[in-house]
Antibody, heavy 116, light 107 residues
């Protein structure tokens, strides 16, 4: 069964760093693309970043230069390293396999709260 | 950055009625539009991609149409499980962007 499990969220002070993990099972992250999408409390969806099977990476303007997406094929896991966190980064962060297409699958999300 | 707008913000519909949701792109995105449904406390679910292709397991009462800058999601006969928030997304230009959503609630 295809499953994605996010972890690593929590309460962090402004300016701090967190690393989110997206652990995949039932498929191989190296042969699919994995996207991070976030949702601030009570707000809509915001596309954050993607890593493709070939290694291409893209970021939203709001996180470029602060966030880094990567993957560990041996752990079948995709990461989102988040640095210089701001209050506006507070959100539930979801990872998704093949965001658009017949094999799309989302995780359940992990909450990141940036507050002093 | 491509801006996606959705209308209306809220749509009140009675069960069994038809619902029509609109999505507009600030520039042409061809057919590279997807629609998602989200219920409270749940992750989004992909409904439609390629503007009109239903995702796996999506019932035929949901249909998508449009191209260029104007897109529509139609629910032909609303069922109780269809009351939710719906988002459109373009994936033609980086960064990919979502619309603000349309909430479909019970009239």
């Amino acid at each position: 069964e295809v499953q994605l499990v996010e972890s690593g969220g929590g309460l962090i002070q402004p300016g701090g760093s967190l690393r989110l993990s997206c652990a995949a099972s039932g498929f191989t992250v190296s042969t699919n693309y994995v996207t991070w999408v976030r949702q601030a409390p009570g707000k809509g969806l915001e596309w954050v970043s993607v890593i493709y099977s070939g290694g291409s990476i893209y970021y939203a303007d709001s996180v470029r230069g602060r966030f880094t997406i990567s993957r560990d094929n041996s752990r079948n896991t995709v990461y989102l390293q988040m640095n210089s966190l701001r209050a506006e980064d507070t959100a539930v962060y979801y990872c998704a396999r093949d965001l658009v297409g017949p094999t799309c699958r989302w995780g359940q999300g992990t909450l990141v709260t940036v507050s002093s | 950055e491509m801006v996606m707008t959705q209308s209306p913000a809220t749509l009140s519909v009675s069960p069994g009625e038809r619902a029509t949701l609109s999505c507009r792109a600030s520039q042409s995105v061809g057919s590279s539009v997807a629609w998602y449904q989200q219920k409270p406390g749940q992750a989004p679910r992909l409904l439609i991609y390629g503007a009109s292709t239903r995702a796996t397991g999506i019932p035929a009462r949901l249909s998508g149409s449009g191209s260029g800058t104007e897109f529509t999601l139609t629910i032909s006969s609303l069922q109780s499980e269809d009351f939710a928030v719906y988002y459109c997304q373009q994936y033609n230009n980086w960064p990919f962007t979502f619309g603000p959503g349309t909430k479909v609630d019970i009239k």
